[in-house]
């Protein structure tokens, strides 16, 4: 007992500081309820429902969905990262909570991680100050802090971004001194890296690896523990196998290529950045847009602060240069890899397409940046001790004012109940289907995707097991009674007076195995729709269908049975050689921790009790006006339209160029069908010179625009390279294409003036 209270008391009071400065991040998650609509996050709820309905059912580790897809299922947890579903199984199992409860803590868990693993890794290497600062720097970082848990609600990519400094604490400690608890940690947190994200488990291994080799080669000498490292990433990617290991071998079982886009939203030549882009301040939100603008920018204190550490270390001022150096190339390449100039090495990389977005690399950017900034920090308070007890407060507050804009994201309402019938109605609707929206991991055998049965579904709507038999098909006088025996096992009781196909409304795919009374057979294949078909011979037999783990599978979970089987024995090994750990003195704050505190407790006062009541951290658009447009406009688009506002890129092109044009629209009733939008810029005669065409304006199909909120709708005019010099007018407006007629332009008293509306006349100049 007083071993426990001795170890208790050395517990680095740090960990609360560092809490209180995550906690503007976490209070978008922690001070409202539910979770925003219209996002990823959405997609993540309705898979940990189905996962917890199956684990619940008894199927523990489910590679298979059996509701989604119109119920006719597929294997998307086969293939997507299960870690963060099973965090989030651990919430929503618990009496009172729900899916969107279980999401909103692993979004809550990710910022955490992000917060304390940055924090430790730092403090070991250059103090506790360095460690404070470089967990703001990371965990304010506009991708870490809103991008990619509130815009997007990419709830595995963010959780990833907390996993990898707390992987890379957790190998550095083991450097410093192999003990079995470090050993056993380090394992762990290496197969998290590859658990909770599909691409990102390639940057950040990437990272961890490149990390241990630069480790080998420079500080063998001195790091007692650097075999060790290459045995903990080893083992780590051995225990995750039982996730990976199937995703490789059987990659051909499933429809990857919608994963790669061709000049879409898919397409990684679309979303390369600038340096402008990056380096550029964060823009306020406006509250008043269905989708508010952001900026994929790397954030003011993060380049100014990570920057400083990198001139330093150019200086050669630093502590650990050596270790330090690693950081700085690892960033340096990272921005590279965002900027157009980076093309050819991901035309050349096989894997890097599937990365869709270039900028998805800003989480590993910043998470370098972040440590150069700490390393920056040991320099000036070492040099200047006087600043060490306002230095890094201040440094921290900068940090935390450059975020402020991101900590008042636009209000969401209550998700609502989760159930499986709204999960089928969200299908039914078009919006996606089995929560993917590219028809990626469907099984390759499916040739055209069928449409909904009502029948089948109907089962959502009673919360009773779904009849997946074709009865239409069954042959006269033969009778199927279904019984589902888990959610992953149906037993099918015939009687038939003939020989016949049993058809069933469930895709094949490699695992499920078919008994007709307890003999093995081979079921045939429905084509088009892939479903499975099982010849039944005349008579009363009992046909079971179950999902089972194939070979590769299996083989799967023998190399994750052996690593952990390995991890154990190292750390026997370890326990026997080091049986007592050095403790550490008692550890207390100081003058400087007690500023850090304070002046993180009164910013983040402030911005609660007075700048979020006040509304000044935030655009609120609102009465038909949009404030971020350049020019605002009131054209009526026949009673359902308004166009707002617009802003164009240049007033001035030479042939060639593009232009940008951005409409601002905002619906005036609710409508029954979707309209496209388009861009024309004509010559001085009338004729098209050239023109952009949407078929969602902003992306979003006008049937779901909302009364109260305008929609962003960004048009690229590409100028043709023989485009004479001239005056060019630039029009936009709204049409039906499957019927070619375009909503009418109406004056006050209702009457039709134009069925366009004239935004600007552009100036083409010669080309220089």
């Not at 029954?672 to 024309?680: E, G, P, R, T």
Request: proline share 7%; glycine share 8%.
């Amino acid at each position: 007992m007083n071993r426990l209270k001795s170890l208790f008391q050395r517990i680095d009071p740090g960990y609360f500081v560092v809490l209180a400065i995550c906690l503007l991040a976490l209070w978008p998650f922690i001070g409202r309820v539910s979770l925003p609509q219209e996002t990823d996050a959405e997609l993540h709820i309705f898979r940990l429902l189905e996962l917890s309905y199956l684990v619940r059912g008894g199927e523990l580790y489910p590679r298979w969905a059996p509701n989604f897809y119109h119920g006719y299922g597929y294997p998307i947890f086969n293939y997507y990262a299960p870690l963060t579903y099973y965090v989030g199984l651990i919430f929503e199992l618990l009496p009172g909570l729900d899916a969107v409860a279980g999401v909103k803590a692993v979004f809550v868990l990710g910022l955490l991680g992000a917060g304390f693993g940055m924090y430790g890794f730092v403090r070991d290497n250059w103090g506790r100050p360095s460690g404070y600062l470089a967990a703001a720097v990371y965990v304010y970082a506009p991708y870490v802090q809103y991008v990619d848990p509130i815009a997007r609600g990419a709830l595995a990519e963010a959780f990833s971004l907390g996993v990898f400094p707390l992987a890379l604490w957790a190998l550095d400690r083991l450097r410093r001194q192999p003990t079995w608890g470090r050993w056993v940690t380090a394992v762990l947190l290496t197969a998290a890296v590859i658990l909770s994200h599909n691409l990102m488990a390639l940057l950040f291994f990437g990272l961890l690896s490149a990390w241990v080799l630069w480790q080998t080669i420079t500080h063998r000498d001195d790091s007692p523990g650097w075999r060790w490292l290459w045995l903990a990433l080893g083992l780590g990617l051995g225990t995750a196998a039982f996730f990976w290991l199937p995703v490789l071998l059987e990659r051909n079982a499933v429809n990857l290529n919608t994963l790669i886009g061709a000049g879409d939203n898919y397409d990684f030549r679309t979303h390369f950045l600038s340096w402008r882009e990056m380096l550029a301040p964060t823009l306020r939100l406006d509250w008043g847009a269905t989708e508010p603008v952001f900026r994929f920018n790397l954030g003011l204190a993060q380049w100014i602060l990570g920057g400083a550490g990198l001139i330093l270390l150019l200086l050669r001022r630093v502590k650990h240069a050596r270790h330090t150096l690693f950081f700085a190339l690892a960033a340096g390449l990272l921005l590279f890899m965002q900027l157009p100039a980076s093309i050819f090495l991901w035309e050349a990389t096989p894997i890097l397409p599937f990365f869709q977005f270039p900028w998805r690399l800003l989480g590993g950017t910043v998470a370098m940046l972040a440590i150069l900034a700490g390393v920056g920090l040991e320099v000036v308070l070492a040099r200047w001790p006087n600043l060490r007890r306002w230095g890094t407060a201040v440094a921290i507050t900068f940090c935390l004012f450059t975020a402020l804009p991101l900590t008042q994201p636009a209000p969401w309402p209550d998700f609502g109940d989760v159930f499986t019938f709204r999960m089928s109605l969200i299908e039914h609707s078009g919006r996606w289907l089995g929560t993917t929206s590219t028809a990626d991991y469907v099984p390759a055998t499916v040739d055209t995707v069928p449409s909904r049965n009502g029948d089948l579904v109907y089962g959502f709507l009673v919360d009773q097991p779904l009849d997946r038999v074709n009865r239409p098909s069954l042959p006269a006088n033969t009778e199927v009674v279904g019984e589902e025996l888990k959610p992953l096992h149906f037993r099918y009781t015939v009687q038939a007076p003939e020989k016949f196909l049993l058809r069933l409304f469930l895709f094949q795919f490699p695992g499920w195995q078919v008994r007709i009374d307890s003999e093995l057979v081979e079921p045939e294949l429905g084509r088009p729709e892939g479903f499975i078909v099982v010849p039944v011979p005349a008579g009363e037999h009992v046909v079971d269908v179950q999902f089972r783990d194939t070979p590769d599978r299996q083989l799967a979970w023998a190399v994750t049975a052996v690593s952990l089987l390995i991890t154990l024995i190292g750390g026997g090994f370890l326990w026997r050689k080091h049986t007592i750990s050095n403790l550490q003195s008692p550890i207390s704050l100081k003058n400087a921790d007690w500023s850090v505190l304070g002046a993180v407790s009164v910013v983040t006062a402030v911005t609660l009790l007075l700048l979020n009541p006040w509304g000044i951290l935030h655009l609120n658009s609102a009465d038909y006006v949009a404030e971020p447009a350049q020019a605002q406009r009131a054209d009526d688009f026949g009673g359902q339209i308004v166009l707002i506002g617009y802003d164009l890129s240049a007033e001035t092109a030479v042939p060639g160029d593009q232009l940008t044009v951005t409409l601002y629209w905002q619906a005036q009733t609710a409508m029954a069908i979707n309209f496209q939008s388009f861009v024309h810029l004509l010559r001085p005669d009338g004729a098209l010179a050239a023109q952009s065409d949407h078929l969602n304006p902003g992306d979003f199909p006008t049937r779901r625009w909302p009364l109260d909120k305008y929609v962003r709708d960004v048009h690229v005019l590409q100028l043709p390279p023989d485009l004479p010099p001239g005056e060019y007018t630039i029009n936009a407006g709204l049409w039906v294409q499957a019927e070619g007629w375009r909503l009418p332009v109406l004056d006050a008293s209702g009457s039709q003036i134009d069925d366009n509306s004239t935004l600007f006349t552009l100036r083409v100049l010669a080309e220089k």
